[in-house]
């Protein structure tokens, strides 16, 4: 089973909200990312996580907050948004560094 | 610089014809090479991926990959394509940066299949 999941599929937010993406996958992988994928582009790393440490940051803006609480499940917090933040945001894991990633379905998010 | 380059950004098929997407990457030791592909709305699926060994490598659905050191390439292949084919279609390199293998795509090519 290769299966990454992410909810919610959709998502629409205000400026002043704060909302969270869930990732979660049972492969028993400990390497988590996210990557941010805007309109007929390629997807951009973000974060990676190793072992549920924060590994890497992508010099991303800190109305974006990552979180893993577990082995299993990654969060993507998020506060004051741009509306040019909207993308679709997926999330991926490999079994550990530098190993294969599988993506999640994606979370589509549309700020305004 | 590292980079990958997919120098075709459209490409048409009709079904049934033979595909082949290009995919060259700028990196001075063996990467990993990967494919995946990308359905409207969707998140990336693995086609197929070389780490070492035999240099042509099988994928799902049919499709095929050959790395090439001297031309540094890794074109993707499929001798019949099918309407369900149609998406967008990414080439990775994972490079070593940083203490971890960092996947770096290409810019895509987006595959249209005529009936």
């Known amino acids: 089973d290769t299966e990454v999941t992410q909810t919610p599929k959709h998502l629409v937010m205000g400026m002043t909200n704060k909302k969270s993406l869930k990732c979660e996958q049972h492969?028993?992988?400990?390497?988590m990312y996210w990557y941010k994928q805007k309109a007929k582009k390629p997807p951009e790393l973000m974060f990676v996580y190793s072992y549920e440490k924060l590994s890497i940051n992508e010099s991303v803006p800190s109305r974006f907050s990552p979180e893993c609480p577990n082995s299993s499940l990654l969060n993507l917090h998020l506060h004051a948004l741009q509306p040019e933040d909207s993308a679709l945001y997926l999330c991926a894991s490999s079994p550990t560094l530098g190993e294969t990633q599988y993506f999640g379905p994606g979370t589509r998010l549309l700020v305004l | 610089a590292q980079s990958v380059t997919q120098p075709d950004i459209h490409i048409t098929v009709s079904e049934g014809a033979s595909l082949e997407l290009r995919c060259n990457y700028s990196y001075g030791a063996t990467p990993y090479l990967f494919w995946y592909v990308q359905s409207p709305g969707q998140g990336l699926q693995l086609l197929l991926k070389y780490f070492s060994g035999d240099t042509l490598v099988q994928g799902i659905k049919g499709f095929e990959a050959e790395f090439k050191r001297s031309q540094s390439s890794f074109n993707l292949r499929k001798p019949s394509v099918h309407w369900s084919d149609a998406a967008e279609y990414f080439c990775?390199?994972?490079?070593?940066?940083?203490?971890?293998?960092?996947?770096?795509f290409g810019a895509g090519t987006r595959l249209a299949v005529h009936p």
């Open positions: 492969m028993g992988h400990r390497a």
């Open positions: 990775a390199v994972g490079m070593f940066s940083g203490g971890y293998n960092k996947l770096i």
